[in-house]
């Protein structure tokens, strides 16, 4: 203890105290991190991993470049993890028709082993987010506090009813109706196209699942008001009063003042 | 007793007992002279007429569905946690004046029903507003001795939009906030004094405790009462001035030519009034208006995708969503003296819908003065037959539509798979020269159609029956029109440009020579009305065109 504080006014110890900050603020958020990140998938098998790595080579590698460390058409695929994968591929984003300004749904290109086995050959390349365990997406958190956290995090992209909203230069955030909860959870943890990653330290998994939970039950609630118009607030309801009520209206006017001759 | 009261006098005794009531009512009331007048009040039948009856009977639909709403709710901006029966928002903390409007929907008996009645009716009542004072104006029907109707009229179109914005904001929903901040905001950009008028009207920083509850007051107490007062005036008016007609037969502007009020008019609009209710009443069955359980509490810093204002608002939203933040590399918003001046809010805010309001309560003055039309007006025209005053209306009414339009800027962009950016490029260049191609493509068209009024009221109607003549020449066989018909095809004025004339001084003054330039402008473009002498030598050339079918080569040879 005398020898540090007989050192204190050395020249070199403001160095040496400034690499020890440095040293511990950059470990520590490193384990912060990674406690997020780096869930290095186990339950593959190797033979996943082998056909998953065929079919990548077949499908996927002409963009993504060989061994998916990309290529001019494609960013690198080492790292972004199972979850990406699994959404990308299963919504049917991937394989990717056409350019544009996102990659849009489609029917899904490859069977759910297939989808499977392409995770489980990304997943290998690095650690990344993983598919979410079956207790988060299960759709029975808490839907209030779930709609809070969406009406603060995803309502000013994806409309405060999930119908969706445009995006700048022809992107947009898709309606959430019919979204499935793994996949929901698997774009807040990967962030795909224009979407923001919500990582575990800015949503909780709790939190997620409460979203999903809201999420299912205004789907599954439906509209207790009737139609609900495409659930796009006062634009379509203005476009129905003026066709369809003032049309019906203008209809019986015409009738009322027609004459019998 | 005296018997000087002549008991002999036959007394009008009735028969029934109810008509005994109805006498006894009579001779005190004096109803059944107010009967004979107004009964015999004859209004012609259009139905382009009956807007204004759909914009009073939404406003009845409006007043009994909105008493029903004011038993269940309660404007208070205190806070509460939701304990009715919406389980996605149970517990959440939010206004009094939100939990008593999602209690409405969810927990009172119809009363989503009741809240759909009164929103659908209030979007029906702004559109049918409208619409009757498109077919005032297209038709020209604000002219003398009409144009303080029509400022009651356009009186009357504020004070719609403001019910409905001020009830829009009272569910304190998330969507509505949104709307309060957008105003809230404008408010504050206007200089000097925004800030002030602001605080005062939300009572402190936005959005503050006091807001609903004084919108509630204006929304059920001052505003219907105006527009009660205005409608009542409006209906006075009409009253005196006797209604407008169509050109037709018989009609000129000394006489109305129509059914009485009673009792078939008196019928037909009674049941009017059921059917306007029934359209509203299944609307609002069918069809979800205002989900404001999908949007939640309003909390300044969520804002939802897709968040517009009814559609009567819109085009002030869509002035705000065009308005670029800077012009080249000129920042709209500038500071100085030390102060911000946000002309990309207050400009785009105020001076669309202030040109608007502007051109639409002066026009009849306008035109009248570049017209020098100072006589009384009770045929209408056709809106062909003023090209010019239809240009212009159709060039305010595309330029409304482009920010109508650009409201929905973000829904055009998802639903037809289009770039945002393109749509507000778009809709901006569409701003300034929109108008003014609707005004030339009007003119156009309006002219067109009188070119072809005159040639129908010349040559006949075209059959498209081909006859081969005996030498072999084909023609299309014409059919005469009826006296009626025609009559509506030439009874019209068709004013040429009125020169600048010189004052009591004999000078042209300079407002004169506007003046005459304008009426160039107005008139210049004119198809005449067939005069008799036309008609005359057009049927006296060739016959009666059943002359022509009898295959009287000759004479059509000479055609």
Same mark, same amino acid.
């Given at each position: ?261 | ?267 037909? %609009?009674?049941? *009017? ?5 029934? /359209?509203?009443?299944?609307?609002? $069955?069918? =069809?979800? !208006?205002? @989900? ?120 055009? %962009?998802?639903? *037809? ?5 393109? /749509?507000?490029?778009?809709?901006? $260049?569409? =701003?300034? !020269?929109? @108008? ?124």
């Amino acid at each position: 203890m005398k020898a540090i504080s007989q050192k204190r006014r050395h020249p070199l110890a403001a160095i040496a105290l400034l690499l020890m900050g440095l040293l511990v603020t950059g470990g520590l958020y490193a384990v912060a991190t990674t406690v997020n990140q780096a869930k290095a998938d186990t339950t593959y098998s190797a033979s996943d991993v082998a056909e998953g790595g065929k079919l990548f080579a077949a499908n996927c590698a002409t963009c993504h470049g060989v061994g998916a460390s990309g290529s001019q058409s494609g960013p690198s695929l080492v790292g972004v993890g199972a979850a990406a994968v699994d959404f990308q591929v299963g919504t049917g984003r991937m394989p990717m028709q056409m350019n544009g300004p996102q990659a849009e749904k489609k029917p899904a290109q490859f069977n759910e082993a297939q989808t499977k086995q392409l995770a489980a050959y990304v997943a290998s390349l690095a650690p990344g987010p993983a598919i979410p365990e079956a207790s988060v997406i299960d759709g029975k958190g808490d839907a209030a506090k779930g709609g809070e956290l969406f009406r603060t995090n995803c309502a000013m992209c994806h409309n405060a009813a999930a119908a969706g909203g445009a995006l700048t230069r022809g992107k947009f955030a898709p309606a959430l109706a019919g979204v499935s909860g793994q996949h929901i959870y698997e774009a807040m943890v990967t962030g795909p196209q224009n979407m923001p990653v919500f990582n575990d330290a800015n949503i909780s998994p709790e939190g997620k699942r409460d979203i999903i939970t809201y999420l299912k039950q205004i789907e599954s609630n439906g509209s207790p008001g009737g139609a609900d118009l495409g659930a796009l607030g006062p634009v379509s309801e203005g476009l129905f009063v003026w066709i369809a009520g003032l049309g019906v209206i203008i209809a019986f006017t015409i009738w009322l003042t027609s004459r019998t001759s | 007793m005296s018997s000087s009261l002549t008991p002999d006098a036959p007394v009008f005794v009735a028969k029934t007992k109810g008509g005994r009531i109805t006498d006894f009512v009579d001779q005190r009331v004096g109803g059944s002279g107010i009967l004979r007048e107004f009964g015999r009040k004859v209004f012609p039948d259009h139905w382009s007429f009956m807007f204004g009856e759909v914009a009073l009977y939404s406003f009845v639909i409006l007043l009994l569905s909105g008493t029903f709403l004011t038993f269940f709710f309660d404007p208070s901006m205190a806070e509460t946690h939701y304990a009715g029966s919406y389980t996605p928002l149970k517990n959440v903390e939010m206004s009094v004046a939100y939990s008593s409007s999602l209690n409405i929907s969810f927990d009172v008996r119809g009363g989503l029903f009741m809240r759909q009645v009164h929103h659908w009716a209030a979007l029906l009542f702004v559109a049918s507003v409208s619409v009757h004072m498109l077919r005032v104006f297209f038709t020209g029907a604000f002219r003398k001795p009409r144009e303080l109707n029509w400022v009651v009229g356009s009186v009357l179109l504020i004070l719609s939009m403001a019910a409905g914005f001020t009830g829009y904001s009272l569910p304190d929903d998330l969507l509505s906030g949104n709307g309060l901040r957008i105003i809230d905001g404008v408010i504050k950009s206007i200089p000097v004094i925004g800030t002030y008028i602001s605080f005062f009207l939300f009572g402190g920083e936005f959005p503050g405790t006091m807001i609903i509850s004084r919108l509630y007051m204006l929304h059920i107490l001052l505003v219907p009462a105006l527009i009660l007062l205005m409608i009542v005036m409006h209906l006075f008016m009409v009253v005196v001035h006797k209604h407008t007609q169509y050109p037709g037969p018989g009609r000129n502007d000394g006489n109305v030519v129509g059914y009485p009020l009673g009792p078939v008019y008196a019928a037909k %609009a009674g049941g *009017f009034f059921f059917i306007v209710f029934g /359209v509203v009443a299944i609307m609002a $069955a069918f =069809f979800t !208006i205002n @989900p404001i359980w999908n949007y939640g509490p309003y909390d300044p810093s969520p804002v939802s995708a897709g968040t517009q204002p009814d559609w009567y608002i819109g085009f002030v939203d869509g002035a705000l969503r065009l308005m670029p933040g800077t012009i080249g590399d000129w920042k709209v918003e500038q500071i100085w003296f030390g102060h911000m001046f946000t002309f990309n809010v207050l400009l785009p805010a105020l001076v669309p819908a202030g040109i608007l309001f502007t051109v639409m309560f002066t026009y009849p003055w306008i035109e009248r003065w570049i017209t020098k039309d100072n006589r009384e007006h009770h045929v209408l025209d056709r809106p062909r037959n003023a090209p010019t005053r239809t240009a212009i209306g159709m060039a305010g009414f595309v330029w409304y539509c482009v920010m109508w339009a650009a409201a929905g800027s973000d829904l055009i %962009a998802t639903h *037809f798979h289009v770039a945002l950016n393109d /749509v507000t490029y778009w809709l901006r $260049a569409l =701003f300034f !020269i929109g @108008p003014v191609i609707a005004f030339i493509v009007t003119k156009r068209v309006a002219l067109a159609l009188q070119r072809k009024d005159r040639e129908i009221a010349l040559h006949g109607r075209e059959t498209g029956r081909i006859v081969r003549l005996p030498h072999g020449e084909f023609i299309e066989v014409h059919a005469p029109l009826d006296e009626y018909k025609r009559y509506k095809l030439v009874g019209f004025e068709s004013p040429s440009p009125l020169p600048a004339v010189p004052n009591e001084h004999g000078v042209v003054d300079r407002k004169e020579r506007r003046r005459a330039k304008l009426s160039r402008w107005f008139f210049e473009d004119r198809v005449a009305p067939v005069t008799p002498v036309e008609l005359e030598a057009a049927h006296g050339h060739h016959g009666s065109h059943e002359a022509v079918e009898a295959a009287d080569a000759q004479k059509t040879l000479s055609h």
